[in-house]
């Protein structure tokens, strides 16, 4: 076979770190002190302007993913940057929602413990494996940003009783999935260690 027909080696395609989808992804990092400075501003228009801030924040996390997954955007910075853009978008809302006394402080820490528990935890048994995000875990943050949302809503005064009671419900299904999905997690962790000793021992 002459070195013209041998087949074509294929050439690793580089990635470049400052991508579409990790400049959304910074963007929202961006977005988060923004976001901040207008819930702490007096006139209702700027929790009007925060709750644009945040629905915009999130729906970049969205997009980023897509962009990265279609067009092979994906990078070890990405992989990094964008767990940490959405636990600061959504740290800082429910801790300025608890400041503000919208919600339980015991609320914002359970779910932040979990949050920022769960991202040590993977690092702390990355030599072991990869721990997956689950189908709860997606959902666990689906119900985070529409519970946050629900509570950035400004409601006039005539809003009638039940209403008010919406976004506690959303929060209550929110924390419960969150936590539920957590300890998931630990076990998850706790097998994949047990493995990886006993493969080591065989």
């Known amino acids: 076979m002459s070195p013209q027909d041998s087949p074509a080696t294929p050439v690793p395609r580089h990635v470049p770190v400052w991508n579409i989808a990790n400049i959304l992804t910074m963007s929202r990092l961006v977005m ?3 976001f901040v ?12 302007a925060a709750l644009g801030v945040f629905v915009l924040a999130a729906v970049t996390d969205r997009i980023d993913g897509e962009l990265a997954r279609r067009r092979n955007l994906v990078t070890d910075f990405g992989k990094v ?14 801790v300025v929602l608890s400041l503000l006394g919208d919600l339980w402080w015991w609320v914002t820490i359970a779910i932040l413990v979990r949050e920022w528990g769960i991202t040590l935890l993977r690092f702390a048994v990355i030599r072991y494996g990869v721990i997956p995000a689950s189908r709860g875990g997606k959902l666990k943050t ?3 940003i529409v519970a946050i949302t629900a509570y950035l809503i400004p ?15 959303l929060m209550g ?18 097998r994949l260690r047990r ?3 006993r493969d080591a021992e065989n």
Request: aromatic letters at 8%; a neutral charge; glycine letters at 2%.
């Open 155 to 169: 409601l006039p005064a005539w809003t009638p009783v039940p209403l008010l009671y919406v976004p506690h419900l």
């Open 32 to 34: 988060v002190p923004l």
């Open 142 to 144: 689906v119900l985070q």
């Open 81 to 94: 940057a964008d767990p940490i853009a959405d636990k600061a978008l959504t740290g800082a809302a429910l």
């Open 37 to 48: 400075v207008f819930m702490f501003l007096e006139p209702p228009a700027w929790r009007l």
């Open 195 to 197: 493995k990886a000793r």
């Open 173 to 190: 299904a929110a924390l419960v999935v969150t936590v539920s999905t957590g300890v998931d997690y630990v076990v998850q962790a706790l």
